[in-house]
């Protein structure tokens, strides 16, 4: 009984800790674009990445890239770069700036910021056409971006 009091005391501990981990959307430290700690203080999980990346719900990313190991997600897009190598041209610390908000790194890219809270024109909220209330958030959470750069991680050419 004791051990057991005990590993759920050393497991809620964890996993405050965790939280404690993640760093906000306006706490992000971008250097040349770059982002080099982990949003979330967690590995990402490049199957869940996977999942975001193709999901138009989600990530949508194919909305504007297309991946060859996606094909199964019909309607890829093409204002983006396709994804394949994504591995080979960036950095984990790169990826992560370019998913978070790729306007610190590319000034003129129409990609949008998936981990930004503050410093639009005018946001909305969702597709109601009216403005954002006080629970604007980002596109994804931080745990999501390292899932995704965990997936972009993974596509060498």
């Known amino acids: 009984m004791r051990i057991s009091i005990l590993t759920t005391i050393a497991v809620a501990a964890s996993a405050t800790a965790l939280v404690a981990a993640e760093i906000a959307p306006t706490a992000v430290s971008y250097e040349d674009g770059t982002v080099a700690q982990s949003l979330s203080g967690v590995a990402g999980d490049a199957a869940s990445g996977?999942?975001?990346?193709?999901?138009?719900?989600?990530?949508?990313?194919?909305?504007?890239?297309?991946v060859s190991d996606l094909a199964d997600v019909p309607f890829q897009g093409e204002i983006g770069p396709p994804l394949d190598g994504a591995?080979?041209?960036?950095?984990?610390?790169?990826?992560?700036?370019?998913?978070?908000?790729?306007?610190?790194?590319?000034?003129?890219?129409?990609?949008?910021?998936?981990?930004?809270?503050?410093?639009?024109?005018?946001?909305?909220?969702?597709?109601?056409?009216?403005?954002?209330?006080?629970?604007?958030?980002?596109?994804?959470?931080?745990?999501?971006?390292?899932d995704v750069v965990a997936y972009l991680s993974t596509l060498k050419e």
Request: charged share 25%.
């Open 50 to 66: 996977r999942e975001i990346v193709g999901n138009k719900s989600l990530g949508n990313c194919v909305a504007c890239h297309q």
């Open 87 to 146: 591995a080979d041209r960036w950095s984990e610390a790169e990826l992560r700036g370019i998913v978070a908000n790729a306007k610190i790194m590319f000034e003129d890219t129409m990609m949008p910021a998936f981990y930004k809270t503050e410093g639009f024109i005018r946001p909305g909220n969702a597709y109601t056409g009216k403005a954002a209330d006080d629970t604007f958030g980002p596109l994804l959470s931080a745990q999501q971006i390292e």
